[in-house]
Every structure is written in C-alpha cells, then in structure tokens.
C-alpha cells in the first residue's frame, strides 16, 4: 500500500555537496518526491524533532550537528515507504551499512550519517508535521 515517510539530508552531506546525489538515489528507488525545501533550524528547533533521544548521551551534540547548517527535509511516497527508505539508508553507523547503501556511500560517522528516515507510521506522521503545513502537501 502506498505510503509516506520522512527524511532528512543532514548538515554533513550537505556541506560535502551530496544532495543532488542522494536525491537521485532516492528517486531511482521508486520514491515521489512529494515535498522538499531547504532551511536551517535552531538547536532548540532540532531538540524538539529528536525529543524521543533527549536522554540519550548524544542528545546535545547530535542538536548541535543537526543546527550547524542547512538541511533538505523530504517527504517521500511509494509503497512500503517507511521500511524501503531505511533499507536504502543503511545501518545507522555507516561503518555496518551495505554496500550500495546511501550511508554506506555518502556518511562520515554514527552522528553524521548523512540521512534520517522516519521509523515508524506514528513517528512519520509527526516528522512531517514538525516541518510540513497540510499545504505544502496537497
Ligand atoms: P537518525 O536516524 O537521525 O536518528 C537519531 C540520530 O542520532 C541518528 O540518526 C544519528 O545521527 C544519531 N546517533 C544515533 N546513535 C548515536 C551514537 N551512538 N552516537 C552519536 N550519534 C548517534
């Protein structure tokens, strides 16, 4: 059944210029680019996105990454979204991610991993909201 997920293309790949290339991979998965814009968020910005991690040892250098500059949020459409994107982003510390992977080929560290993908429909629905107006959308 068609579905949606969220991602991001973190600072780290956009700094390094692999936006294009990771939006390609992306597409040539099967994924509708439905919505995409370009911004910058503040730490508390990207503290309220991550507020599931606020507990965890990494919370506060992981906002810091997250705010250090620009950002592509995505909302991405094909069946079995949720599940197909984080296949294609590979493991999260790029060191186990497949071959072939988007953080296999495109990701520096655990922290800068170059891509987020939501984890499940409850969390999709609400990452696409943080960034997203019913609108932008349609
Ligand atoms: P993401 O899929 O966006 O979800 C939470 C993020 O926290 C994750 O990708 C990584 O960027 C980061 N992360 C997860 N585990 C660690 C870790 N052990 N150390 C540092 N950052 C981490």
């Keep these: 059944m068609s579905e949606r997920t969220f991602s991001i293309i973190k600072p780290d790949a956009v700094r390094k210029g692999y936006t294009g290339a990771i939006l390609a991979e992306i597409e040539k998965a099967g994924?509708?680019?439905?919505?995409?814009?370009?911004?910058?968020?503040?730490?508390?910005?990207?503290?309220?996105?991550?507020?599931?991690?606020?507990?965890?040892?990494?919370?506060?250098?992981?906002?810091?990454?997250?705010?250090?500059?620009?950002?592509?949020?995505?909302v991405l459409e094909k069946d079995n979204a949720i599940p197909d994107l984080r296949k294609l982003m590979g493991a999260t510390n790029p060191a186990n991610a497949e071959e072939g992977t988007i953080r296999k080929q495109y990701a520096g560290s655990i922290e800068e991993n170059a891509i987020h993908g939501s984890d499940a429909a409850e969390t999709a629905a609400f990452e696409i909201g943080y960034f997203f107006a019913g609108y932008e959308l349609a």
Excluded: C, D, N, W
């Design 31 to 74: 994924f509708k680019i439905i919505a995409v814009k370009r911004l910058s968020i503040s730490k508390q910005q990207a503290e309220g996105f991550y507020h599931v991690h606020a507990a965890r040892p990494f919370f506060s250098s992981l906002t810091t990454f997250m705010s250090s500059g620009p950002i592509f949020p995505l």
